[in-house]
């Protein structure tokens, strides 16, 4: 009878076991969905997220699906690796691979060059960037490592708890990335994603008598930690992620440079990002880069080789430029106070740079200086550039061979939207000549009504630079620098004519001065700006200023009657009112300091925050373990169960550090093996008088013992037993104590009488 009642429990127990594998599997796809939300925005389409969910899905499937068919729990993470391999070779070994899916050398290499493609793109691109093939291959390969990591933590090694820290990781990207921060339900979905998951390892491992309260409490302990961070780690709560850029002004980084640009422009007080004087006449536009290359929602900077940038060496030719335009050689010396960028701002088109600490690269095509590990910040050095002075007849007589490298500045997605062409010829009806056209586009924008407002594209949700963007601009009439610009390259492009943007800053505001020294320019966030540049054969790029209310319309542009007319001034104000000068010297007063270190602390808060939310869920076990030490030994006091209360903390400090306690197991048993032990110490007698008072109290009437010395008594044997264990297994069982499963729950074979 005993024989068959055990052949009946094996497959029992299989099943159970098979039933278990998978219901953690399911528990670990919620945790991939949750995350997978979260990342909504950082990609365009919806085809990465099928990538990413598919693949993982497909790897913790295996990993359950191999379990079930008896494979070692250990042996499952190494095929997982092994079919995650085959899964990147298939889809981006580029034909490299033995038999098409065992990756070679070839495949590595391929590897690798998606892998930089990746970077250098998300160096570019804002959100939500192209789905591009580099970004499918961090997609994928992502959700390879994270179903890897998620089985082997909760599954293989059985510390499904630690899954908070591949989670947490996971969502610092979107945290950090996007401009609205984390998505509370993003969170709390990720948060319950997690507490399933610590319910449902409860339920595979727990014995035929049910103890879900632990879990529970744990898991909602781990809820109310990431509820409270989410109200208040910056990054992480809705619209709590910093609208600007940190570290004061940054511009060129992981996000579109013209999404930086309008974040700036909206900051509450300018800060000041740089000084300068100059041997012109008066103030200078000061460039960054040439945004060349537009894909159809973002502007970007065309990566090109570059050349090393020596001190005071020669940089050019300028692209293009005709040896009859005028041109004039200025030096302008820069100090840069609170701005942080890989490209270097001078007056365009710049010739020579010197005084600048590490090191820097020059672009051939636009002459786009930017820094190889080096940025702007604290930079201080003497630029020698030209001033071009084309004329308007110098301008309309141009033609000729536009080179190949310039035609691509022409290129337009197939989507444009038709407003864009529609609009660039009503503007140019009258106009035959480039010229002309150029001319006429930049009028429209500044005679038909056309408001400058950093909000109203915020506010009717059509802020960016892409075409559907620009569409609506056109529509609304009423943007900023950024939409000015970009409408008018693209309805130049429209027309024929090779039309890029450029980014920078307006000649900011003099201390004051003579005609023959201006004194020094102060450049603030408010100065951030960009412009169009169009090509002319012969002559070269030109610059153009379409925006209402900013910068200074070139004189070329001018008809020939308005010469004896006065200049416009430059503006380096919107035209909302002006706002605060912020100090930076600190020699000034503190205002400076304290915006600059909260800005620059926001990424930093962003890692604390996930910090803390991945070491409090961590720490909540360790927190209902030493209560439930503390309830049981204040409850002492009840003579009618103190000597089991003590007798429970014992056991269950055992299991802690890693010790058989078997339920099945009699007192006397236990109490002789813990005392062998403790041998020696005063645990020793100290438990055999505690199993002394459990066995009064279990048959027969209790001596109404003092409540102290029963405390005193459990306080020696937990000691002699943590003494015994070493600190190794103390910090295991402070942070991670089985006591708080069932009873049923897998024990290292070492009894606590082994030495």
Known sequence: MATETLALAVPRVAVRRRIGYWRITGALMLQVLA???????????????????????????????????????????????????????????????????????????????????????????????????????????????????????????????????????VLVVPGALLGDGL?????????????????????????ATPRPGAALSVGASAVAVAVLLAGTAPGFDQGGATSFTAGGISIGGTVTPLIDLGKDLRRPAAVRALTY???????????????????????????RDTNRLADGAKIGPVAGLSTAVKTTKITTTVAIDNMSSRWLPTPA???????LSGTWSWDPDDLTIGGINSTTQGQQYTATSLVLQPTADQLKAAGGLVPQDVLRDLFLPPNTPTIIEQTALAATKDAFSEYDKAVALQDYFRDNSFVYSTQTPLKQGFDGDGARVIARFLEV????????????????????????????????????????????????????????????????????????????????????TDAA???????????????????????????????????GFQPVATGIGVGLLAIGVLLVPAFWRRMRRRRRVRELTDEWGGASLAWDEVRDTVRDLGWMAPATETPR?????????????????????????????????????????????????????????????????ALLPVSLLPAGWPSAARPPSAA
């Open 349 to 355: 088109p710049v010739q020579s740079v010197k005084g």
């Open 35 to 169: 995350v997978s939300y979260a990342l909504v925005g950082l990609i365009q389409g919806g085809g990465w997220w099928f990538g990413l969910v598919g693949t993982a899905a497909f790897v913790l499937a295996t990993g359950a699906g191999l379990r079930s068919l008896g494979v070692p729990r250990g042996v499952v993470p190494v095929i997982l690796l092994v079919e995650s391999a085959a899964i990147m070779t298939l889809a981006f070994g580029r034909g490299s691979g033995l038999l098409g899916f065992i990756p070679t050398p070839a495949t590595v290499t391929s590897w690798g060059q998606y892998l930089q493609q990746a970077m250098l793109s998300i160096y570019q691109q804002g959100t939500p960037a192209e789905p591009l093939p580099e970004f499918l291959f961090l997609v994928v390969g992502g959700g390879c490592l994270l179903a890897l990591m998620l089985d082997t933590l909760a599954v293989a090694i059985r510390t499904p708890a630690f899954t908070a820290l591949v989670v947490g990781a």
């Open 477 to 560: 009439k009423s943007g900023y620098c950024v939409h000015f610009a970009s409408a008018m390259a693209l309805m130049a492009r429209t027309l024929g004519i090779p039309s890029r943007v450029a980014e920078g800053y307006l000649p900011g505001a003099t201390s004051g001065g003579t005609a023959t020294n201006p004194g020094e320019y102060t450049v603030t966030s408010d100065d951030l700006h960009a412009w169009p540049e169009l090509y002319f054969a012969g002559v070269g790029w030109v610059p153009f200023e379409p925006t209402v209310g900013r910068g200074t319309v070139p004189d070329y542009t001018r008809p020939q």
């Open 669 to 733: 048993v236990f109490g002789g093996r813990v005392a062998a032990a403790v041998a020696g110490t005063p645990g020793e007698e100290a438990v055999m008088r505690l199993l002394a008072e459990l066995e009064r109290a279990s048959y027969g009437p209790p001596a109404r013992r003092w409540a102290g010395s029963l405390a005193d008594d459990l306080g020696a044997v937990l000691s002699a037993l943590e003494a015994q264990a070493g600190p190794a297994l103390r910090i295991k069982a």
């Open 277 to 303: 004087t100059t041997s012109a006449a008066s103030g200078q536009y000061l460039k960054l880069a040439s945004l060349d290359q537009f894909t159809g929602s973002v502007w970007k900077h065309r990566e």
């Open 183 to 207: 998505d509370p339900f993003a969170l709390a979905a990720s948060a319950a994603a997690y507490l399933w998951l610590l319910r449902s390892d409860v339920r595979t491992r727990r014995s």
């Open 565 to 599: 007319a006065p200049a416009p001034t430059s503006t380096s104000t919107s035209g909302a009112a002006p706002r605060a000068l912020v100090p930076t010297d600190p020699a000034n007063q503190a205002g400076s300091a304290s915006f600059t270190a909260q800005s």
